[in-house]
């Protein structure tokens, strides 16, 4: 089913054109109107074409301001290819400082493909799926921890489904330069519902990045994220002349499944690690003092694999099944 998302872009033109995706939105104060997801289109006519989003979640800050910071650098540069950029992809989550969309709950990074249909964070994906995966050349999504975890800076991707595609994703990869990529099935988290997963249903190589953490600025994952970013548009001859710095590769790491940690419990968790940490099969990883027995002992967590900290939850308060504690190793 056609998109039902509009906007008034015409990609194929010369220039610069901004507007905004237009989401159809029924509400009590407002029967016929629509959300309005800022886009801007760069085109020099003759190149490949990127597309870069952010705001996916939208407690997820170092993309966002990356994306705007290089409207600004763009501007005034010389495109050849083809600049696609959504900086508050979810915008009414972006709005309310929320990973989830309050209008309809919705994970903009768990729904993908979405619904033409839908609800309006379906109805965004829909259209990223539809509208604008087909015209991209390459696709970088820009993530962080968000509000609840703080996260190492690594960038993720899924693997292509032949060697073609693996090594467009590879080369994605090597460009972007986080210091770890990881590549994934997305069986630890989104599967197959998240932006970078239906890009490489599309066959688009496709990558998403962790920045940082706790719904805050790191400074070091904004200019992780403006240094890759320049060096793809520079790299893929979209931005020829963009400076960007000399990449240090990339460093690949496996998440180490059985290394994650989950609360046992409701109650107070107390680290005793932190991301980026180096830690050993056995080493005590911090514990939850329970909320529902006073006085109690603490509840002990013990790390079962030995790894270095990918992620660990941000604020103290936890309840049954949070994430507290994931691993990556080198390959
Ligand atoms: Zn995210």
């Not at 760069?42 to 952010?54: D, I």
């Not at 990356?66 to 972006?94: C, D, F, H, T």
Request: proline fraction near 6%.
């Amino acid at each position: 089913m056609k998109s039902r998302v509009s906007s008034a872009i015409d990609f194929n033109a010369l220039g610069v054109q901004s507007d905004h995706a237009r989401v159809p939105y029924s509400s009590d104060i407002s029967a016929y109107g629509w959300i309005p997801v800022p886009m801007i289109c760069f085109n020099g006519g003759n190149g490949p074409t990127a597309l870069f989003t952010a705001g996916t979640h939208g407690d997820e800050y170092e993309g966002q301001v990356a994306l705007r910071k290089l409207v600004q650098l763009l501007s005034r540069s010389r495109v050849e290819g083809r600049v696609i950029i959504l900086p508050a992809l979810n915008q009414p989550a972006v709005a309310a400082g929320r990973r989830n969309s309050p209008l309809d709950g919705g994970n903009l990074n768990r729904v993908f493909p979405g619904n033409a249909d839908g609800g309006p964070t379906s109805m965004i994906a829909h259209y990223v799926a539809t509208e604008l995966f087909p015209m991209a050349d390459l696709v970088v999504d820009l993530h962080s921890g968000g509000s609840s975890l703080d996260y190492f800076t690594v960038t993720l991707a899924h693997p292509g489904r032949d060697d073609v595609e693996a090594q467009a994703v590879r080369r994605l990869l090597d460009v972007f330069a986080a210091p770890y990529s990881i590549i994934t099935d997305g069986s630890g988290g989104g599967a197959k519902s998240t932006l970078y997963a239906a890009a490489e249903q599309c066959g688009v190589p496709a990558i998403a990045t962790e920045l940082g953490s706790g719904a805050t600025l790191s400074r070091d994952g904004l200019t992780i994220a403006e240094d890759g970013l320049a060096r793809v548009l520079r790299e893929y001859g979209i931005a020829p002349d963009l400076e960007a710095k000399q990449a240090v590769p990339t460093q690949f790491v496996r998440f180490i499944r059985e290394g994650a940690i989950f609360s046992p419990c409701q109650g107070l968790f107390e680290p005793f690690v932190t991301t980026g940490e180096k830690v050993s099969t056995g080493q005590a990883a911090g514990v939850v003092h329970r909320l529902d027995e006073t006085p109690s002992d603490p509840v002990p967590l013990t790390f079962a694999a030995a790894g270095t900290v990918a992620y660990r939850r941000f604020p103290t308060l936890t309840a049954t099944g949070d994430a507290l504690f994931g691993l990556f190793d080198a390959q």
